[in-house]
């Protein structure tokens, strides 16, 4: 694997797909990455609405991370943590990201595998993509993708996680470079931005 | 040449034959969701490639109908955020009433649940006598749905819990008639409007509003063609004329951030600085 020599990250990109218990699983990753190390951040989080950036305010409690819903077109900045806002999709584009209204995907808006897949199509290789507790398979084919661009797919440890159903989806496709409880996934991103 | 080398060349031959042969121009759409789109459309006619789709909708219209649809993700609702709606009336309507008659565009108005919100709002302050809406829309099959005004009864239970989240101070059902599954709203509230065939990409200015709506439609366009719709909005615009986009989209990332003063952050409304 290429590591991309940068201050902070470089050009790397870490996406995480969460869903049931993902808001504290999320939490937990955040509250140890550090922001001088950490690749900026997309997360796609299942949610029923919580209502305009409360997601955004009960992670920043956790982080020194700055953590915001993500604008359409909005620039990818190192030090950040871009959310999906709710009820539509966050895409990644060059440098920056795009929001979408396309129906949901397999039931969901936003939807991890629209996220992993844009991402793995820009990023290629410099995609981590992190797949966290959930009840459903979403984030599977996002990983396939992650995986053929030649990213790093993290998975979280099912028997540590709320509903493993998501991760266990995602290593039973056999996608996984890493099976990891919380706090290693985010020791894990920390060592990108170290390791130039 | 890599795979990715290729497709891209095969989109970039897609949407050059669409402009050529059909005048629609996705050029700079944003690529994130287009590509995601035309993939949908590929694997929907039971096609393997790009360049397949190009071959079919070149011989086909019905194909390019179909793909046009996609294209245009027309996912609407009523009354969508209503704390727009609410915006509106308490800061944007005693602007409005300020001038003799008033003229809005409504702009990407998909299938109209959006135009339909505008006319009840503004006959409920009093406006509606003396105000036009023009709604537009790239595509004439979401317009001609819009000009029916017949919506889905089974959702008309979220838009009166949106309509009175927005400010609304009647009773929603006495504005629709249901019929089946279905509802037909007041047609004169249909008065009010004028539904017309509009490009953002590829038509120009056709007259000058005193508020402009457009959400949720510019997201799907990349930065440069972002800043050059904002440039045919802005001219659009009289003097300290309103400007309203989706809650997720920002005039700053644009060309035209000075353009313009922020009237309600929080609901991306802006007002034209002179
Ligand atoms: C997601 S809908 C937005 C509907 C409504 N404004 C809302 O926010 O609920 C996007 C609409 O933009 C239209 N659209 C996309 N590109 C356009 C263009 N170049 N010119 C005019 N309309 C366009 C599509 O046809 C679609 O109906």
Redesign the interface.
Known sequence: MTVMPSESGGRRLVVVGASWGGLDAVGTVLADLDPDSSPPVAVAQHRADLG?DALARALQGRTRMRVV???????IEPGAVYLA?PD??L???DG?F??????PVRYSRPSID?LF??AA??YGESVVAVLLTGANDDGTRGMRAVKRAGGLALVQDPSTAVRPEMPASAIAAGLADRVLGLPAIAAAINDLGAAV | MTR?ELEKLELRLLLDAVHQHYGYDFRDY????L???IWRRVAEEGLQTISGLQERVLHDPEAMERLLLDMS?S?TSMFRDP?FFAALREKVVPMLRTYPFVRIWNAGCATGEETYSLAILLREEGMGDRVRIYATDMNDTVLRRAKEGVFSLERMQDYTRDYIRGGGQAAFSDYYKAFGDRVRFDPTLAETMVFARHNLVTDVRFNEFHLIICR?V???F??AL?DRVHGLLYDSLVRFGTLAL?????I??TTHADAYVELDP?EKIFRRAA
């Open positions: 305009e819903e993500a604008h359409d077109k909005a620039a806002p539509y999709h895409l990644v584009e920056h795009a929001l979408s209204l396309e129906p629209a897949e844009s199509d820009v | 990715g944003a690529r994130s969701s590509r995601r789109r993700i996912v704390s949720n510019m997201i799907y990349d930065q972002q989706g809650h997720k989209e920002s700053r990332f929080q």
